[in-house]
């Protein structure tokens, strides 16, 4: 089955030590998102890569970077996790482009935590 | 300004009872309309979508939502809960104009099923 991958499920850092979250997919998609979700929130959009070209939120912090080497794979990267990094990541596909009939499918997610 | 409510943020239903999770939206076209589901621990599972033709949409596990365009809602229902509905379902919306990244979700709605 075509689906999105996210590794690990569960993540646990150490206050300041960077940290590299994964997503695959076997869905082709041309766009790739992450998200952020707090507790009891709704997703957060935190960037987007459609193809090659990155797109940042307004209001994501520089501690957030991401990598996108190919079509399958994107990384997140917290270069100096806080505690209130503390969440689940959530990465997302759709395609081909950024219609807005493009329904987004999600991961797993990974869960965060920050000691 | 564009957004989306989901007015009750918990709700508790009896298994075999009906269920039906609330969404509007402020906006003044008809956007394109989506009902996610989360269980604990999960990323978003995609139930339904609507983005034009008849107002009554089908989707999987049994749920169904209704648009109207009058109340600017659309609202999930499903005829017979069962205990493994019991989950976080967030309504989402696209707005037209915007790009697939442009999804605004709600809050959410946490669903107790009681034996």
């Known amino acids: 089955d075509a689906m999105v991958i996210q590794n690990p499920r569960y993540q646990v850092t150490q206050f300041g030590k960077p940290v590299t979250l994964s997503c695959s997919q076997t869905l082709n998609h041309n766009v790739m998102y992450w998200y952020q979700q707090k507790s009891s929130q709704a997703p957060k959009l935190l960037f987007h890569?459609?193809?090659?070209?990155?797109?940042n939120e307004a209001d994501t912090p520089d501690n957030f970077q991401s990598r996108r080497p190919n079509t399958s794979f994107c990384f997140l990267d917290i270069r100096s996790p806080g505690l209130g990094d503390a969440a689940m990541y959530l990465c997302?596909?759709?395609?081909?482009?950024?219609?807005?009939?493009?329904?987004?499918?999600f991961g797993p997610g990974t869960r965060l935590t920050v000691l | 300004a564009q957004s989306v409510t989901q007015p009750d943020i918990h709700i508790t239903v009896s298994e075999g009872a009906s269920l039906e999770l609330r969404c509007n939206y402020s906006y003044g076209a008809t956007p394109y309309l989506f009902w996610y589901v989360q269980s604990p621990g999960q990323g978003l599972q995609l139930l339904l979508k609507y983005f034009s033709g008849d107002t009554l949409v089908q989707g999987i596990k049994g749920f169904e939502a209704e648009f109207k365009r009058s109340q600017s809602s659309f609202n999930l229902r499903k005829p017979s809960v069962h205990w493994s509905d019991a989950a976080e379902y967030f309504c989402a919306v696209a707005f037209r104009g915007g790009s697939a990244r442009q999804l605004t979700f709600g809050s959410g709605t946490q669903l107790t099923v009681l034996p």
């Open positions: 890569y459609y193809d090659k070209d990155f797109n």
């Open positions: 997302a596909t759709s395609g081909p482009g950024l219609a807005r009939t493009d329904t987004q499918y």
